[in-house]
T-cell receptor, first 113, second 116 residues
Framework: ETGVTQTPRHLVMGMTNKKSLKCEQH?????MYWYKQSAKKPLELMFV???????ENNSVPSRFSPECPNSSHLFLHLHTLQPEDSALYLC????????????FGNGTRLTVT | AQTVTQSQPEMSVQEAETVTLSCTYD???????LFWYKQPPSRQMILVIR??????QNATENRFSVNFQKAAKSFSLKISDSQLGDAAMYFC?????????????FGKGTKLTVNP
């Protein structure tokens, strides 16, 4: 298996639920990202992990909690979300320092009811 | 902060014809990278073409080429001999060349329809 894999593909959750999004990259990259894609808006960078350390957190609400246990895996833990958090969540990876482009997964379509 | 603007929310083209998608950006940096990504209904963002700001020559990838005007901060994408499979959302993106600034800044996207 190659590339960037995200699971689940679709997720519907209530505002009181706790769920996690998973991302796995098989490209040997050392940086991973979470982006949020909402309708009619540019992709918004949420978090960046470089060498398993969080290097960027773009003022994301604390109900989103990222975790990067190793360079191949990235999680986004969700709890007490709001309906406006419904969006497509995209994971990406890159090889930092080699000016490589980002490689994206297929995303998780999240609906908060 | 850098910004990327795509002024065309939607574009359409006839199959086999040529279409140009516009992108402008704002930055105070002199070294950076520009990208065009394609997002088909499968949702995966696929890299179409990239341009390094220090290179004057416009990048080309088969039927895809760019017109990079650094002074004007313009980075348009030309798709030649359009195919039905080219139908997708196209996003222009900017990335700083400063080490440690690996994030991409995206435009809002242009939806391209290819008519048979």
């Amino acid at each position: 298996e190659t590339g960037v894999t995200q699971t689940p593909r679709h997720l519907v959750m209530g505002m009181t639920n706790k769920k996690s999004l998973k991302c796995e990259q098989h490209l040997g990259h050392n940086a991973m990202y979470w982006y949020k894609q909402s309708a009619k808006k540019p992709l918004e960078l949420m978090f960046v992990y470089s060498l398993e350390e969080r290097v960027e957190n773009n003022s994301v609400p604390s109900r989103f909690s990222p975790e990067c246990p190793n360079s191949s895996h990235l999680f986004l833990h969700l709890h007490t979300l709001q309906p406006e958090d419904s969006a497509l969540y995209l994971c990406a990876s890159s090889q930092e320092g080699l000016r490589s482009p980002l490689h994206f997964g297929n995303g998780t379509r999240l609906t908060v009811t | 902060a850098q910004t990327v603007t795509q002024s065309q929310p939607e574009m359409s083209v006839q199959e086999a014809e040529t279409v140009t998608l516009s992108c402008t950006y704002d930055t105070s940096e002199s070294d950076y990278y520009l990208f065009w990504y394609k997002q088909p209904p499968s949702r995966q963002m696929i890299l179409v073409i990239r341009q390094e700001a220090y290179k004057q020559q416009n990048a080309t990838e088969n039927r895809f080429s760019v017109n990079f005007q650094k002074a004007a901060k313009s980075f348009s994408l030309k798709i030649s001999d359009s195919q039905l499979g080219d139908a997708a959302m196209y996003f222009c993106a900017y990335r700083s060349a400063i080490s440690g600034s690996e994030k991409l800044v995206f435009g809002k996207g242009t939806k391209l329809t290819v008519n048979p």
